[in-house]
Structures are given as structure tokens and as C-alpha cells.
Nanobody, 128 residues
Framework: QLQASGGGLVQAGGSLRLSCAASGRTLANYATAWFRQAPGKERGFVTAIIPGASTYYADSVAGRFTISRDNAKNTVHLQMNSLQPEDTAVYYC????????????????????????WGQGTLVTVSS
């Protein structure tokens, strides 16, 4: 199970940190990602971190967002800086149930169909 938290209301240029806590699986052994869905839009990839700690980012957030994993707390964090109104969305964490996957193309981790488990979502609202 995945539990996302940390959303809220922030002004443009501000920061938020989202967290995704897991139970039942050790996140260090699985790929974990964040997706987001804005009103009226499809769910889209934000970032992912894989067991070797490599990370992947959507072009729209690269350089502003940072994904990290706290193995001791079995939690993945998403630090979001320089937030803009277009970042407003419900953010979902997701987990790929493949145990320590072999090498995959970046597109594998960006596809929502890769992920088997999803958190409940946390709303991020960025005001202008």
C-alpha cells in the first residue's frame, strides 16, 4: 500500500515536499514514480526512482523537482521547487511490482501502465 501526503496550497515560486510511504514492500527493491493529473487532463509522468537510485524526470519538471528515497523510513519524497500554476494537479505515487527490474528504457518508467500500485493522490495547488 502507498500513502501519499504533503500536498497543499502554495504561491508561485514556492516549494512543497510530497511523501509516499509504503507498507508491505521495501521501496529500495522497486521502481517508484510520481504522476500528476490536472483538471481536464490525462495523468502524466513526473519522475521515477529505481532500485539503483537512478532517477528520471519529465522535461517540464527537470531542474525544479527532485525525487529521493529514504530507505530507513521506506518512503519516497518529491521536493518541488519554483512551483508554477501549471504544476497544479493531484499528484499520485505509484509502484512497479517488478522486483529489482533488469535494465529498462526510460520510457518504461514513464508509462503509467508499468505501475501496479497507486496511492490515493494528494492535491497541489499553485496560485499565481
Amino acid at each position: 500500500q502507498l500513502q501519499a501526503s504533503g500536498g497543499g496550497l502554495v504561491q508561485a515560486g514556492g516549494s512543497l515536499r510530497l511523501s509516499c510511504a509504503a507498507s508491505g514492500r521495501t521501496l529500495a527493491n522497486y521502481a517508484t514514480a510520481w504522476f500528476r493529473q490536472a483538471p481536464g487532463k490525462e495523468r502524466g509522468f513526473v519522475t521515477a526512482i529505481i532500485p539503483g537510485a537512478s532517477t528520471y524526470y519529465a522535461d517540464s519538471v527537470a531542474g525544479r523537482f527532485t525525487i529521493s528515497r529514504d530507505n530507513a523510513k521506506n518512503t519516497v519524497h518529491l521536493q518541488m521547487n519554483s512551483l508554477q500554476p501549471e504544476d497544479t494537479a493531484v499528484y499520485y505515487c505509484a509502484l512497479d511490482a517488478t522486483f529489482r527490474p533488469t535494465w529498462k528504457r526510460a520510457g518504461y518508467y514513464a508509462a503509467s501502465t508499468t505501475y501496479d500500485y497507486w496511492g490515493q493522490g494528494t492535491l497541489v495547488t499553485v496560485s499565481s
